[in-house]
């Protein structure tokens, strides 16, 4: 029961930070679309003085002009929403975005102008680039971490620790600009850009994909496995762990069964939030290799001012990041027992 009101607690929780989170978003970026509307308006209201309103002044005098104007800037008003007021807006911005209501771009994506509809598009791009580059990263990082941190002080362990700092200290966008001069331009392996196009077969994309996922996993799997095996390197030295070794257990079932498991809560908060971040593509390194996932997509709204694109990610953001937190108490319930204690006696 305790391990129930712990994970209502933080659902909770996580539901209010979205409120919060969303309405301050909303007041941001509605003022921003305030200005757009009245700067709309005003070239709507320009543009009908130049036509209509000309004939309207020649024709039936100025009274009836005004009259008319008015009536126009009216309904121009209701139109472009400058009607309710700043706050109206920012609550209704609010309400909308919480039932995944972003509204609509004035930009036309795959024949679909509806947010949620474009950025549903460019999801399964970024799940099929960063997501598998992901995978592949922790499993080779957390397999030679594990291996170092069971070896310390050995010419693997002090090679990889080195291997860790240099290319996890590289830029993702700068390496991807280095394998494509070597590899692309020079050796010609990979194509130089990565945007899929519909006469596509199966293998031609995989082949764009080979590239962005390489560089990605050169630079990343260093990190991972050196914070594995500092995280292993400690569990190591646990008196549970010299006493399993006594009782005569074999070395693989010690790493992987015990010391592994005991590792796992901080691994797992690596592993979730690493999975989460992927899904929300990378800007600058999509550029780099043209590839079009919600990172190319971040850009193309923020060069076109589209802020119900903007807000429809950065909203998908909060959402994945809170899920993600959600889920590694989730698992930490399981994991670590202690969690469960502590909910019952706070609660």
């Given at each position: 029961?305790?391990?129930?009101?712990?994970?209502?607690?933080?659902?909770?929780?996580?539901?209010?930070?979205?409120?919060?989170?969303?309405?301050?978003?909303?007041?941001?970026?509605?003022?921003?679309?305030?200005?757009?509307?009245?700067?709309?308006?005003?070239?709507?209201?320009?543009?009908?003085?130049?036509?209509?309103?000309?004939?309207?002044?020649?024709?039936?005098?100025?009274?009836?002009?005004?009259?008319?104007?008015?009536?126009?800037?009216?309904?121009?008003?209701?139109?472009?929403?400058?009607?309710?007021?700043?706050?109206?807006?920012?609550?209704?911005?609010?309400?909308?975005?919480?039932?995944?209501?972003?509204?609509?771009?004035?930009?036309?994506?795959?024949?679909?102008?509806?947010?949620?509809?474009?950025?549903?598009?460019?999801?399964?791009?970024?799940?099929?680039?960063?997501?598998?580059?992901?995978?592949?990263?922790?499993?080779?990082?957390?397999?030679?971490?594990?291996?170092?941190?069971?070896?310390?002080?050995?010419?693997?362990?002090?090679?990889?620790?080195?291997?860790?700092?240099?290319?996890?200290?590289?830029?993702?966008?700068?390496?991807?600009?280095?394998?494509?001069?070597?590899?692309?331009?020079?050796?010609?392996?990979?194509?130089?850009?990565?945007?899929?196009?519909?006469?596509?077969?199966?293998?031609?994309?995989?082949?764009?994909?080979?590239?962005?996922?390489?560089?990605?996993?050169?630079?990343?799997?260093?990190?991972?496995?050196?914070?594995?095996?500092?995280?292993?390197?400690?569990?190591?030295?646990?008196?549970?762990?010299?006493?399993?070794?006594?009782?005569?257990?074999?070395?693989?079932?010690?790493?992987?069964?015990?010391?592994?498991?005991?590792?796992?809560?901080?691994?797992?908060?690596?592993?979730?939030?690493?999975?989460?971040?992927?899904?929300?593509?990378?800007?600058?390194?999509?550029?780099?290799?043209?590839?079009?996932?919600?990172?190319?997509?971040?850009?193309?709204?923020?060069?076109?001012?589209?802020?119900?694109?903007?807000?429809?990610?950065?909203?998908?953001?909060?959402?994945?990041?809170?899920?993600?937190?959600?889920l590694a108490d989730m698992i930490y319930g399981?994991?670590?027992?202690?969690?469960?204690?502590?909910?019952?006696?706070?609660?």
């Open positions: 029961m305790g391990y129930g009101k712990y994970l209502v607690f933080r659902i909770i929780n996580a539901l209010i930070v979205l409120i919060i989170a969303t309405f301050i978003m909303s007041a941001l970026f509605v003022k921003v679309t305030i200005d757009q509307n009245e700067a709309n308006m005003r070239e709507a209201l320009r543009a009908w003085d130049q036509t209509t309103g000309k004939q309207i002044r020649q024709t039936l005098g100025d009274e009836v002009y005004k009259e008319k104007r008015k009536e126009y800037e009216k309904k121009l008003r209701e139109q472009y929403n400058l009607d309710k007021g700043y706050w109206g807006q920012v609550l209704e911005k609010t309400w909308r975005s919480l039932k995944w209501d972003f509204g609509k771009s004035q930009l036309t994506i795959g024949g679909t102008n509806d947010v949620r509809k474009i950025i549903l598009m460019y999801l399964p791009r970024s799940i099929i680039l960063f997501t598998t580059a992901s995978i592949i990263t922790m499993i080779l990082g957390i397999f030679l971490g594990v291996r170092a941190a069971n070896n310390p002080g050995s010419l693997f362990d002090r090679s990889l620790s080195i291997f860790a700092l240099v290319t996890y200290s590289l830029p993702l966008w700068w390496t991807g600009m280095m394998f494509i001069l070597i590899f692309a331009y020079k050796l010609g392996w990979f194509p130089l850009s990565s945007n899929f196009m519909p006469t596509d077969t199966i293998w031609d994309k995989i082949h764009k994909l080979a590239l962005p996922i390489l560089t990605y996993v050169f630079v990343a799997f260093g990190g991972w496995a050196w914070t594995t095996r500092n995280i292993m390197i400690g569990t190591l030295q646990e008196d549970f762990i010299m006493a399993a070794r006594a009782k005569g257990l074999p070395e693989r079932k010690v790493i992987y069964g015990h010391a592994l498991r005991a590792a796992a809560p901080p691994i797992v908060t690596m592993v979730i939030f690493s999975l989460l971040g992927s899904l929300g593509g990378a800007i600058i390194s999509e550029q780099v290799f043209q590839y079009p996932g919600m990172g190319m997509l971040y850009w193309q709204a923020l060069n076109q001012s589209e802020v119900n694109i903007v807000i429809g990610l950065t909203y998908f953001s909060v959402v994945l990041y809170l899920a993600g937190v959600v399981f994991l670590d027992p202690r969690v469960k204690v502590g909910a019952s006696a706070k609660m």
